[in-house]
């Protein structure tokens, strides 16, 4: 019988091996968003979300086997009598998974292995790892079309989690997110965008409409009992009609969930800030990129406006912009580099321009012999140093001026989280301000315009209170941190803005209550133990927890992950 082990690559991750890098972790912030910022920086790690997708939506038994240690791995390549394997990992990982297909070769020689995720576009990668299917493009049709299966059948959206051992000053955060997975792919083409290009500059939706979106929300909510998403889609905002749905199908159930996306910055100005809102997405990931406006999807955008409207409606930005590209040299990039903390996002991604296989750049790169060839791929990630000729920069400067640009981020903002506390805070005041004008004023939600127009027999906006209220607790996650963040502000000018936050809170929700008093404690406690850990060692690595999820799931309704 036929039956498929999908797995990612063994743990441990962010250490310095013969497979991998420190600076190469499993996690997303920490690793390049508040990387620098220590004990302030919040603490997660992702599922392999395609993975459960891929196996959910397939007719023949599979399992998936997440953030698995080797031992793990090896356990169900011994135990599970397996026909096929698929390895997914990304280019620096290379090396584990050619570990894990020598070891399937090994121990069960019958058994087909099939590579895929961003890593399989490694060119001559046969040389590397012996494989025998290489999963290109869109996995769920591709594997249905490998094993026969109906690749028209309409796809059954996956239960999981989206972030999974989540810290704050190493305490753990209990409160828990379900991930939307809408489609893959985005069409704006940016040279060096590895996701755009593995899907060819085209978008798959897996959810086609918002009555979709919605169903599948609710499903992860009940099973998970969650109210808050991540939505793992490129450029959510680039499928308009189905975000618009979405909100009425949100506003007819009057379910007022929350939402962090990714979206470029001329999707977002499309739709505005109070369709966002309206949406409930709290959190957003723009990509800026550069001073110098060299994508399109930020032309004609007024980057310093939008984010600052987005914050002062209570929405976090993740601005993320590229350093050591074509036109930086040492004065441009400190330029850009200012420019980028001068935006004042909550949080600012930094990330090397890097030329990953199956993108433009990558062949661009290679036809002008730009590549550095004897670069090993485990340091190709990005956040050392880059593995290309750049006119301007030694490869041991590009590790120096990215690292300095973090610390250069955090020293003028402070830490992330104090900034996504104060963005949740003023948000709810003006949603509150905001919903009050409008009833003053009778402007009632026009899904056509997207925007509050006068009405004569305005309702009371039912929904938006909802909203208020998910505005009003996604504030009050930050409260018990606060003091904590206060304890270790790495400036004075982070202390003051954290008091400034603190009496915010204390005006607004008034003194703090005993439940949140205690959890003050717990959080302080927490800090005090994390500190000493980064003390003693500099950094703090936290591997996640294996993974293990059969499908069908039969276990009886239990949830699989
Ligand atoms: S807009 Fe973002 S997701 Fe789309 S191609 Fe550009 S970098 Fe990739």
């Known amino acids: 019988m036929v039956k498929l082990l999908l797995t990612g690559v063994f743990k441990p991750f962010g250490v310095s091996d013969e497979y991998g890098e420190a600076l190469c972790t499993m996690e997303l912030l920490n690793n390049q968003v508040t990387r620098e910022q220590g004990i302030h920086s919040p603490r997660s790690n992702n599922l392999s979300f395609g993975l459960y997708l891929m196996a959910e939506n397939l007719d023949i038994p599979s399992t998936v086997l997440d953030f698995p240690a080797w031992k793990d791995f090896t356990k169900e390549i011994n135990k599970g009598n397996y026909t096929h394997v698929g390895i997914s990992f990304i280019v620096p990982n290379v090396l584990k998974a050619k570990r894990m297909a020598e070891y399937i070769r090994r121990e069960s020689p019958s058994t087909k292995i099939i590579v895929g995720g961003h890593g399989a576009a490694i060119p001559n990668l046969r040389e590397i790892l012996d494989y025998d299917e290489v999963c290109r493009g869109e996995g769920v049709a591709w594997l249905r079309r490998y094993f026969g299966e109906d690749v028209k059948k309409p796809i059954k959206h996956p239960v999981v989690h989206s972030a999974v051992r989540k810290f704050v000053y190493g305490a753990p955060i209990l409160e828990m997110a379900g991930i939307i997975l809408p489609g893959v792919g985005c069409q704006n083409s940016c040279s060096f965008c590895a996701t755009s290009h593995k899907f060819e500059k085209q978008y798959t939706s897996f959810l086609k409409t918002g009555r979709e979106m919605l169903d599948a929300c609710n499903k992860t909510a009940e099973k998970l009992r969650v109210k808050d998403f991540g939505v793992m889609d490129e450029n959510f905002l680039k499928s308009p009609v189905r975000a618009r749905q979405f909100v009425d199908e949100m506003e007819k159930e009057l379910k007022a969930y929350t939402f962090s996306i990714f979206s470029s910055a001329d999707a977002v100005t499309k739709m505005g800030v109070d369709f966002l809102v309206r949406m409930g997405v709290n959190f957003i990931w723009i990509g800026v990129e550069s001073k110098w406006n060299v994508f399109e999807k930020t032309h004609g955008v007024d980057l310093f406006k939008l984010i600052k409207d987005l914050q002062d409606h209570g929405v976090t930005v993740l601005a993320s912009t590229i350093l050591f590209m074509d036109h930086h040299d040492k004065f441009t990039i400190e330029e850009d580099i200012d420019w980028a903390i001068s935006l004042k996002s909550d949080l600012l991604q930094l990330m090397q321009f890097g030329p990953i296989p199956g993108t433009q750049l990558y062949k661009d790169y290679e036809a002008e012999g730009k590549l550095f060839m004897d670069i090993p791929w485990p340091s190709q990630h990005g956040q050392n140093e880059i593995w290309f000729h750049h006119p301007h920069f030694t490869l041991p400067e590009t590790s120096h001026y990215l690292k300095n640009a973090f610390i250069r981020k955090y020293q003028t ?62 504030a009050l996650r930050f409260r018990p941190i606060l003091s904590t963040a ?76």
Request: proline share 7%; charged share 35%; with cysteine.
């Open 413 to 474: 903002d402070g830490p992330g989280v104090l900034n996504m506390a104060h963005t949740a805070i003023k948000g709810y005041l003006k949603l509150m301000e905001d919903i009050k004008d409008r009833e003053e004023k009778g402007l009632v939600w026009c899904p056509k315009t997207l925007s509050y127009i006068p009405h004569p027999n305005p309702k009371p906006d039912e929904f938006m209170k909802l909203r208020l209220e998910s505005w009003r607790e996604n």
């Open 486 to 561: 206060f304890k270790y502000a790495p400036n004075e000018k982070a202390a003051e803005k954290c008091r400034i936050i603190m009496n915010l809170y204390d005006k607004v929700f008034g003194k703090l209550t005993i439940k949140e008093m205690a959890l003050e404690v717990v959080v302080k406690t927490f800090a005090i133990l994390e500190n000493q850990k980064y003390k003693r060692n500099g950094s703090v690595m936290r591997q996640p927890k294996t993974k293990r999820a059969e499908f069908p799931d039969r276990r009886n309704g239990k949830l699989n992950c």
